[in-house]
T-cell receptor
């Protein structure tokens, strides 16, 4: 089993749609969690950290369920500019583990 | 400006040659990482270092080597033993441990072996 697994993509959604990504992790000792965004042929950039109580940043909401060992990212009112690959990242005791990413394509 | 710099951005090498990718950071981060990304794939961990003069193998270390002689620098050597070295290589740094210690990435090096 992979240490971090994500929804298979791609997700093709119209502008204005709500889309949700899920990610599961295998190590119950994992300490912190993030969502990164990666544009084509660019480096990943932090989208948001994920806190135990859940957190929101504008149209983006992240949630963590430690009991079930999964994290989620909800994007509301999708924009064309949201088209990218979204990477789930989990920090263990000494390293960062990336999921394979989920590609989102928002169309007009 | 603080940041993490990888060089060169594009690198071409002949098959069988060793090549070293540079990664420098001035963020005063203790932890540094090297990842490999193939087209349409996620990031796979090659090597990581939590402190100067110490590093550990990641999931795909075979055919690669690193050094960590200075806190700021974590060069990656792609050796001739790496069977399929053409890929996008990303270096990252972070503060080890902690609750919100995200990683910061360099812009990456695209290595093409011909």
């Amino acid at each position: 089993r992979k240490e971090v697994e994500q929804d298979p993509g791609p997700f093709n959604v119209p502008e204005g749609a709500t889309v949700a990504f899920n990610c599961t992790y295998s190590n119950s000792a994992s300490q912190s969690f993030f969502w990164y965004r990666q544009d084509c042929r660019k480096e990943p950039k932090l989208l948001m950290s994920v806190y135990s109580s859940g957190n929101e940043d504008g149209r983006f909401t992240a949630q963590l369920n430690r009991a079930s060992q999964y994290i989620s990212l909800l994007i509301r009112d999708s924009k064309l500019s949201d088209s990218a690959t979204y990477l789930c990242v989990v920090r263990g005791t000494d390293k960062l583990i990336f999921g394979t990413g989920t590609r989102l394509q928002v169309f007009p | 400006d603080g940041g993490i710099t990888q060089s060169p951005k594009y690198l071409f090498r002949k098959e069988g040659q060793n090549v070293t990718l540079s990664c420098e950071q001035n963020l005063n981060h203790d932890a540094m990482y090297w990842y490999r990304q193939d087209p349409g794939q996620g990031l796979r961990l090659i090597y990581y270092s939590q402190i100067v003069n110490d590093f550990q193998k990641g999931d795909i270390a075979e055919g690669y080597s690193v050094s960590r002689e200075k806190k700021e620098s974590f060069p990656l050597t792609v050796t001739s033993a790496q069977k399929n070295p053409t890929a996008f290589y990303l270096c990252a740094s972070s503060i080890p441990g902690g609750a919100s210690t995200e990683a910061f990435f360099g812009q990456g090096t695209r290595l093409t072996v011909v």
